[in-house]
């Protein structure tokens, strides 16, 4: 009787095994809100959290994760609430609970030496999780062009953008948000520039991430990544960060975030790619990764 239960027991162990090096179709965990979120988690190593920015999903950094686990690195990446695979939420699309579930994510899986990587308004996410809960697990943190300090236009923030350009988003998204999202990839690839090399696999990527989210907590993340100000977020930053955005960021302009967040963040470091849009992990793919292998390094 006893090897049967050895049997049980080993295959017990290589499912957990499995699990935890990402080799089932995928992770997921329910936060204290009950609300269940789909997560990544490949290789072995320090490890590296990406959050992904508006409307996608975990898979928008699939090259970058790709390459830092071949390189060694423990490489998580979830899809926030009512994003990609997770589920869609009619409350708690704010980013309060976004920092929250970001939070219960890494106390899940007991990470500890994190580099933290956020894009766009993860970039946000990533910034108010340390606003709300510290740095003691976190080694660095990369903000890759980033929504802070804030996008919208406010009389403190004369640099923003004005509410009406939000208000057409989410008009957007209301009214036809397939085709919203098919628009959107030219800007944000910067495929609508002369001479640009226009990939219709990275538009129909995006468009396909985008409409596998729920349109509810798409359309509550508008307010999110423009209306949050998370200059207080930055300043309670006390890790080294890399800052990196392309000076052609046709969705966040790189004056009213980049620049700002540099001169916030203690122990900050800007670097900016000439020419480069707001997609700029796929369109300078190599680039970006070879500068994150280094920073993670140095």
Same mark, same amino acid.
């Given at each position: 009787?006893? !090897? ?31 609300? /269940? ?49 997770? &589920? ?19 106390e899940k899986l007991d990470l500890h030496d994190v580099v933290l990587v956020g894009h766009s308004t993860g970039g946000g996410e990533i910034a108010h999780y340390v606003g709300r ?8 943190? @990369? ?52 001479? &640009? ?14 409409? !596998? ?18 200059? /207080? ?18 969705? @966040? ?46």
């Open positions: 009787m006893a !090897m049967p239960a050895l049997a049980v027991a080993a295959e017990a162990s290589k499912g957990a095994a499995a699990t935890r090096a990402g080799k089932t179709p995928g992770s997921r965990f329910v936060t204290s809100d009950g609300t /269940e979120i789909f997560y990544k988690d490949w290789g072995n190593g320090q490890p590296v959290l990406f959050s992904h920015g508006w409307p996608l999903s975990a898979d928008a950094w699939d090259g970058q994760m790709l390459f830092l686990g071949q390189h060694g690195y423990r490489v998580i990446a979830h899809d926030r609430r009512s994003h990609g695979r997770s &589920a869609q939420t009619w409350d708690g699309n704010h980013m309060d609970r976004y920092a929250d579930d970001l939070a219960e994510l890494i809960h510290g740095t003691r697990r976190i080694a660095r943190m @990369v903000l890759i062009g980033a929504v802070p300090p804030i996008m919208l236009k406010t009389a403190s923030h004369p640099n923003g953008l004005p509410l009406e350009v939000f208000d057409g988003i989410r008009k957007g998204v209301f009214d036809d948000r397939s085709q919203f999202y098919k628009d959107l990839t030219l800007p944000f690839f910067g495929y609508n520039r002369a001479g &640009a090399k226009v990939s219709e696999g990275a538009r129909e990527a995006f468009w396909l991430q985008g409409m !596998m989210g729920g349109i509810k907590g798409q359309y509550d993340c508008i307010k999110e990544f423009s209306e949050v100000d998370y200059t /207080e977020d930055l300043k309670k930053i006390d890790v080294p960060t890399l800052v990196i955005h392309g000076d052609d960021d046709q969705i @966040v302009p790189i004056d009213g975030s980049a620049r700002l967040t540099a001169k916030l963040v203690k122990h900050a470091t800007l670097k900016v790619y000439p020419g480069a849009p707001h997609g700029l992990a796929v369109t300078h793919q190599d680039q970006l990764n070879s500068d994150l292998l280094a920073f993670i390094k140095s």
